[in-house]
C-alpha cells in the first residue's frame, strides 16, 4: 500500500509535503539537532517498508522510521547515511540521542545524483536494509518493538526528497510464538493437542525447531526461531539443558516469555521470580493450561 505522503505528521524540522514526495527542506530556528522527523498513521511491526530517497543538493541522510513510540518518542530507523557510514541501522531515546547498532559501507560512496530506493524488512527483532533491491546490512533490534509507528528521518541542512513510500503487510503471515521444550512424550502431546491449538485460536502461528524442513545447524533454525517470534513458550519441567540455553536467551532478548511446567516441578533458583504456568499432566489439567495459556498470551 502505497502512502499519501501529504497526511504525514512533521514532529521536527522543516517539511513541504505533496501526495507523490515529502523533502526535507531543513531544521527548524534554534532545534537542538539539525534533523527531521515525520510520521504517518500507517503502522506495522512486520512485514516491509519501502521508499526513494534523493538529495538535490548534496548527500545528506534520509532513512526510514519504525517502531516509534509516541508516549517516550523512541524509535529505529535504517537507511541511508549517518555517523560517517553509507548504510545503517540505529536507535533513537531521549536523553541518550541516537546510537548505531549496525553500519556498513562509507559515506563518500553515496552520490547527490543518485535515485535510492530503501527497503526495511521487519520479522520480529530482525531486521535487513536492502538499497536498490541489494541486502547491505541485516541485525538484531537490542528488544522487541513495543510500538509500531512509521515515518521518515532525515539529516543535515541539505534537502532530502522522499517518495513512493509503500508498506507491504502479508495477512496471510501470523505472528509467531517459538516453543522450546523437550522432545518425546508426554510433551509431543501438549504441544500438539494444547499448544499448538490454543497459540493459532489467539491468532498466532506455533511452532517449534523440529517443524523446519531445510538443511543447517539446528542451533541456527533455534536462534532464529527465538530472534523472529514475537513470543516464547517454554515448557520447563524436565531439566533439559537445551531448553534452558534458549530459556536464557528469549531472556537476553527481553522477548515476552510464558513458562509452563508440571505441577510439583521446583523451579530453579534463576527462574523462580518468573511466572510460571503450572499444569496437572491429566484430561482436567489439559483443560486448565488451555485456559491459563490463553489468558497469557493475550
Same mark, same amino acid.
Given at each position: 500500500?502505497?502512502i499519501?505522503?501529504? #497526511?504525514?505528521?512533521? !514532529?521536527?524540522?522543516r517539511? @513541504?509535503?505533496r @501526495?507523490?514526495?515529502?523533502?526535507?527542506?531543513?531544521?527548524?530556528?534554534?532545534?537542538w539537532?539539525?534533523?527531521?522527523?515525520?510520521?504517518?498513521s500507517?503502522?506495522?511491526?512486520?512485514?516491509?517498508?519501502?521508499? =526513494?530517497?534523493?538529495?538535490?543538493? @548534496?548527500?545528506?541522510? $534520509?532513512?526510514?522510521?519504525?517502531?516509534?513510540?509516541?508516549?517516550?518518542?523512541?524509535?529505529?530507523?535504517?537507511g541511508?547515511g549517518?555517523y $560517517?557510514y553509507?548504510?545503517?541501522?540505529?536507535?533513537f531515546? !531521549? $536523553?541518550?540521542?541516537?546510537?548505531?547498532?549496525?553500519?556498513?559501507? $562509507?559515506?563518500?560512496n553515496?552520490?547527490?545524483?543518485?535515485?535510492?530506493?530503501?527497503?526495511?524488512?521487519?520479522r520480529?527483532?530482525?531486521v535487513?536494509?536492502?538499497?536498490? *533491491?541489494?541486502?547491505?546490512l541485516?541485525?538484531?533490534?537490542?528488544?522487541? !518493538?513495543?510500538?509500531? @509507528?512509521?515515518?521518515?528521518?532525515?539529516?543535515?541542512d541539505?534537502?532530502?526528497?522522499? *517518495?513512493?513510500?509503500? #508498506?507491504?503487510?502479508?495477512?496471510?503471515?501470523?505472528?509467531?510464538?517459538? #516453543?522450546?521444550?523437550?522432545f518425546?512424550?508426554? &510433551?509431543?502431546?501438549? &504441544?500438539?493437542?494444547v499448544i499448538t491449538?490454543?497459540?493459532?485460536?489467539?491468532?498466532?502461528?506455533?511452532?517449534?525447531?523440529?517443524?523446519v524442513?531445510?538443511?543447517?545447524?539446528?542451533?541456527e533454525?533455534?536462534?532464529?526461531?527465538?530472534?523472529? *517470534?514475537? #513470543?516464547?513458550?517454554?515448557?520447563? =519441567?524436565?531439566?533439559?539443558?537445551?531448553?534452558?540455553y534458549?530459556?536464557?536467551?528469549?531472556?537476553?532478548?527481553?522477548?515476552?516469555?510464558i513458562l509452563?511446567?508440571?505441577?510439583?516441578?521446583?523451579l530453579?533458583?534463576?527462574?523462580?521470580?518468573?511466572?510460571?504456568?503450572? &499444569?496437572?499432566?491429566?484430561?482436567g489439567?489439559?483443560?486448565?493450561?488451555? =485456559?491459563?495459556?490463553?489468558?497469557?498470551?493475550?
Open positions: 500500500m502505497e499519501d505522503l501529504e #497526511v504525514l505528521a512533521p !514532529l521536527a524540522g517539511w @513541504q509535503f @501526495q507523490k514526495s515529502a523533502i526535507y527542506e531543513g531544521p527548524q530556528e534554534n532545534a539537532a539539525p534533523f527531521g522527523l515525520a510520521i504517518s500507517q503502522r506495522l511491526r512486520n512485514g516491509r517498508i519501502r521508499a =526513494t530517497v534523493a538529495f538535490p543538493k @548534496q548527500h545528506s541522510v $534520509g532513512r526510514i522510521v519504525f517502531g516509534r513510540n509516541a508516549k517516550t518518542n523512541a524509535y529505529f530507523s535504517a541511508i549517518g $560517517g553509507a548504510y545503517l541501522l540505529d536507535e531515546t !531521549l $536523553g541518550r540521542g541516537w546510537r548505531a547498532l549496525r553500519t556498513e559501507g $562509507g559515506e563518500q553515496i552520490s547527490a545524483a543518485t535515485l535510492y530506493d530503501i527497503e526495511v524488512q521487519l520480529g527483532q530482525r535487513r536494509l536492502l538499497v536498490n *533491491s541489494i541486502a547491505v541485516e541485525g538484531n533490534l537490542p528488544s522487541p !518493538l513495543n510500538a509500531d @509507528q512509521i515515518g521518515l528521518f532525515a539529516y543535515g541539505a534537502p532530502v526528497e522522499f *517518495s513512493k513510500f509503500v #508498506v507491504d503487510i502479508d495477512d496471510i503471515d501470523k505472528p509467531h510464538v517459538f #516453543v522450546v521444550m523437550h518425546g512424550e508426554p &510433551y509431543d502431546t501438549l &504441544y500438539r493437542d491449538p490454543v497459540a493459532t485460536e489467539m491468532g498466532f502461528a506455533p511452532y517449534r525447531a523440529d517443524d524442513y531445510h538443511p543447517g545447524l539446528v542451533l533454525d533455534i536462534i532464529e526461531g527465538l530472534v523472529e *517470534s514475537e #513470543v516464547i513458550v517454554a515448557e520447563i =519441567t524436565p531439566a533439559n539443558p537445551n531448553v534452558f534458549e530459556l536464557g536467551y528469549a531472556h537476553a532478548l527481553g522477548k515476552p516469555t509452563l511446567a508440571e505441577r510439583g516441578r521446583e530453579p533458583f534463576d527462574i523462580r521470580g518468573y511466572r510460571c504456568i503450572f &499444569y496437572d499432566n491429566t484430561i489439567g489439559k483443560k486448565e493450561i488451555e =485456559t491459563k495459556l490463553a489468558c497469557e498470551s493475550t
